[in-house]
T-cell receptor, first 115, second 115 residues
Framework: GDSVTQMEGPVTLSEEAFLTINCTYT??????LFWYVQYPGEGLQLLLK?????DKGSNKGFEATYRKETTSFHLEKGSVQVSDSAVYFC??????????????FGKGTHLIIQP | DAGVIQSPRHEVTEMGQEVTLRCKPI?????LFWYRQTMMRGLELLIY????????DSGMPEDRFSAKMPNASFSTLKIQPSEPRDSAVYFC?????????????FGQGTRLTVV
């Protein structure tokens, strides 16, 4: 079955540091890939997405590139802020001829940014 | 649109009691998903609906769990009888029917505590 593997957390960084959160996946088909973010006490929000190989998703300074050859979708940001502290989830969804399927999530990476 | 609305935000109940969680999806969305989030297992898809019809309930852990969607604007997840191991945050999400791409919008979740 489908699965998503993320680096274990928590990840603690200083403000303005460079961020990488690794994500790899296994899928039977050709999935779409997503990063969701969950701020404390809130539901998940879509951060960025990519639907085909070599696509780069970007939002709020975060980027991730769909790498089919390495089955990866690593999240990066050049300079993190305290407000980026949250839990980040990598996820995939299999394409299925016209419909929408449920998302398969990684376990989440808790990011803590210190001033 | 107000987004996906879940109620209650918090629920504390005694073991053996019936618990009903409620969800109002975004208007016009054809798909509705119920997820459970725990520290041990992360985010798990329990069940999803398309046009009010349950499509995949393979994630529902036991017969104690049931979900309904009587109309396009309302869904319930019921646990009867509840057990302490059901304690978790339950999220509802909805999405449009987009070919090959799934983007889910999440509610803020219901934190369930069974004592």
């Amino acid at each position: 079955g489908d699965s998503v593997t993320q680096m274990e957390g928590p990840v603690t960084l200083s403000e303005e540091a460079f961020l990488t959160i690794n994500c790899t996946y296994t899928a039977t088909g050709y999935p779409s890939l997503f990063w969701y973010v969950q701020y404390p006490g809130e539901g998940l929000q879509l951060l960025l997405k990519a639907t085909k190989a070599d696509d780069k998703g970007s939002n709020k300074g975060f980027e991730a590139t769909y790498r089919k050859e390495t089955t990866s979708f690593h999240l990066e940001k050049g300079s993190v802020q305290v407000s980026d502290s949250a839990v980040y989830f990598c996820a995939l969804s299999e394409r299925s001829g016209g419909g929408a399927d449920g998302l398969t999530f990684g376990k989440g990476t808790h990011l803590i940014i210190q001033p | 649109d107000a987004g996906v609305i879940q109620s209650p935000r918090h629920e504390v109940t005694e073991m053996g009691q019936e618990v009903t969680l409620r969800c109002k999806p975004i208007s016009g969305h054809d798909y509705l998903f119920w997820y459970r989030q725990t520290m041990m297992r992360g985010l798990e898809l329990l069940i999803y609906f398309n046009n009010n019809v349950p499509i995949d309930d393979s994630g529902m852990p036991e017969d104690r769990f049931s979900a309904k969607m009587p109309n396009a604007s309302f869904s319930t997840l019921k646990i009867q009888p509840s057990e302490p191991r059901d304690s978790a945050v339950y999220f509802c999400a909805s999405s449009l029917k987009l070919p090959g791409v799934t983007e889910a919008f999440f509610g803020q979740g219901t934190r369930l505590t069974v004592v």
